[in-house]
């Protein structure tokens, strides 16, 4: 069965402070790996799309890998306004999703 | 640019009231279009998909049902919401035949139902 596994649930950096977030999947026929941003109350807003291992995209402070197994999504120096929960989800027919690692950056 | 309009962004429905939540996307033509619900805990779950009008794929059994009467519109509807109807609606639209974009999403409906 498809699955897609993020960790940490949630995370507290202090402003400066980098980390990682983790993204296990298992699915075959892998068409594309996906991480969103979702602020609260608000629609998942597209990040990155990464399509084979040993891709890696960035933007600003943050950074996508992506493996066989799993995705990383680094995060250099984080803000407070990096502060949101991040989606990880993966597409084979249709995007199955995480349930989110909830970050929270404080000054 | 496309756009995706979604609304309205609250709603909060007596048990056993019907709903109607409606989707419209502009500047694309034949998009995918997708109904997903997100409970507290933040999980996206898949509740309907469609690849062209009248073409409505069902993807948890449950108390609603959807419909494409246009390109460019996905509604959701009820004809009785239960209390376990409550939750943050989410539509979507991806083009079609790539992955590259992914998905995009509207900006959410928050149904109550008491």
């Known amino acids: 069965e498809d699955q897609v596994t993020q960790s940490p649930e949630a995370l507290r950096l202090q402003e400066g402070e980098s980390s990682s977030l983790n993204c296990s999947y298992t699915?075959?026929?892998?068409?594309?790996l996906f991480w969103y941003r979702q602020d609260p109350g608000k629609g998942p807003e597209f990040l990155f799309t990464?399509?084979?291992a040993g891709e890696e995209k960035e933007k600003e402070r943050l950074k996508a890998t992506l493996t066989k197994k799993e995705s990383f999504l680094h995060i250099t120096a984080p803000k407070p306004e990096d502060s949101a929960t991040y989606l990880c989800a993966v597409q084979r027919g249709k995007l199955i999703f995480g349930q989110g690692t909830e970050l929270s950056v404080k000054p | 640019s496309q756009t995706i309009h979604q609304w309205p962004a609250t709603l909060v429905q007596p048990v056993g009231s019907p709903l109607s939540l409606e989707c419209t996307v502009e500047g694309t033509s034949n998009p995918n279009l997708y109904w997903y619900r997100q409970a507290a805990g933040r999980g996206l779950q898949l509740l309907f998909y469609?690849?062209?009008?009248?073409?409505i794929s069902s993807e948890v059994p449950q108390n609603l049902s959807a419909s494409r009467p246009q390109d460019r519109q996905f509604i959701l509807s009820s004809k009785k919401l239960l209390l376990s109807d409550s939750g943050f609606y989410l539509c979507?639209?991806?083009?079609?035949?790539?992955?590259?974009?992914?998905?995009?999403f509207g900006s959410g409906t928050r149904l109550t139902v008491v």
């Open positions: 469609s690849v062209g009008i009248g073409q």
């Open positions: 990464l399509y084979s």
């Open positions: 979507a639209w991806s083009v079609q035949g790539t992955v590259r974009y992914g998905y995009t």
């Open positions: 699915v075959s026929g892998l068409r594309g």
